[in-house]
């Protein structure tokens, strides 16, 4: 039914938090220089995390030129520094300027020697171009790192590409792997709940959705209607009643409560 297509696209809360990650990343290089009047010797990693973390601070308030001008000065100290090139590809892509930030995307991956925090920012920008094959190709490189600490979102946002490129079973294997990590994903949950209902996969729908509903105290609509129709096919007339009420009760207004209504 039309109202339960898998939610493929990155959701603006799922992309908030990714780049609150991005945001904490830390520098690393080392070797020495001269700060200002001062006369102090500090490291290079010292001086450009300084100016990356201000950049930083910058871009939280859509302050681009102040986070450029910060960037400039680490580029200036280090212009190999994968960290400084990540940090110029984020402020570029949000300012729309997406040519230079692909190019500092494709430099800190080489500067960083394929290192998975620098590939994952550039799948995020990848998918965020709706480029799926290019972000499904990163994401399969950093996924298979197990010291990666994002693994996990990796996973999902792996699956997310390959829902978009309509391979079903891969995209259901990488939303199951990323639950192994974390059972209480409520995306991955949501998302296996959707799949294997549309996949006439009842009982495992109904399993996935049960889980769900542990860790979300108040299902949106659409899962509301997922639980009635679930129940429905598992012949659990009290379920069935007892999310048909909370839609009913919860969202009265909704769509998903009108479709319920016309088909009873």
């Not at 910058?58 to 910060?70: D, G, I, M, Q, V």
């Not at 999902?156 to 990323?178: I, P």
């Not at 990590?181 to 996969?201: C, D, G, I, T």
């Amino acid at each position: 039914m039309s109202e339960l297509n898998p939610l493929v696209f990155l959701s603006a809360r799922l992309f908030r938090v990714l780049l609150t990650v991005f945001l904490s990343l830390t520098l690393a290089a080392c070797v020495t220089t001269q700060r200002g009047g001062f006369n102090k010797e500090v490291s290079t990693e010292e001086a450009i995390t300084t100016r990356v973390a201000a950049a930083k601070q910058y871009l939280l308030s859509r302050n681009f030129e102040a986070a450029r001008r910060h960037l400039k000065t680490a580029y200036e100290i280090d212009p190999k520094s994968a960290d400084v090139h990540d940090a110029l590809a984020l402020t570029f892509q949000h300012s729309n300027e997406y040519e230079l930030a692909e190019s500092h995307y494709q430099k800190a991956i080489d500067f960083g020697e394929g290192e998975s925090r620098f590939r994952f920012n550039y799948a995020i920008f990848l998918y965020q171009q709706k480029r799926f094959s290019e972000a499904e190709k990163q994401l399969q490189a950093i996924v298979e790192d197990s010291f990666y600490d994002k693994r996990e979102s990796a996973l999902v946002m792996l699956g997310l590409c390959q829902q978009q490129l309509s391979q079903v079973a891969n995209a259901q294997r990488s939303f199951e792997r990323a639950l192994i990590l974390n059972p209480r994903n409520r995306r991955v949950l949501r998302e296996l709940s959707v799949m294997n209902y549309q996949a006439e996969n009842f009982s495992s729908a109904w399993r996935y959705f049960q889980n769900y509903r542990k860790v979300v105290a108040r299902p949106d609509a659409e899962l509301l209607l997922l639980g009635i129709e679930l129940a429905r096919e598992l012949n659990d007339a009290n379920a069935e009643a007892s999310y048909a009420l909370a839609l009913k009760n919860l969202y009265p207004d909704s769509r998903e409560y009108q479709s319920y209504l016309s088909r009873q």
